[in-house]
């Protein structure tokens, strides 16, 4: 179980950092869009994507959490990740700028869907 957490932590890690680079835009139809929707698209798919990479790491370290202290029922999914984002100090801040950052993805994701090279 620990070993299954720690690749969602890489997963959600790789995908952070694949934000962050802008690795993305390969797949994107950019020629097709102006220069601001290409500008507010690239942002959108930044934010999103490195939101969504770090709740993925969040949910991963939960469960190999669980899996060295043994107690699978703490392990959860992505809502007991939010929920432990949420008891933290300054976490209710914390859980909103993770909750914009998951709709900053869904909004990039409708993005994709219109401009995704297939």
Partial sequence: MGLLGVIVVIVGLVLAVQGVRRRFVKYL???HMS???RRVVIRLGMIGT???GLVFALTGALVVEAAVKYQPSKAGGLDTALRTLRDQPFGMFALIVAALGLMTFGVYGLCEARWRKV
């Fill in 29 to 31: 139809k950019t020629a």
């Fill in 50 to 52: 490195t939101a969504r």
């Fill in 35 to 37: 220069a601001k929707t």
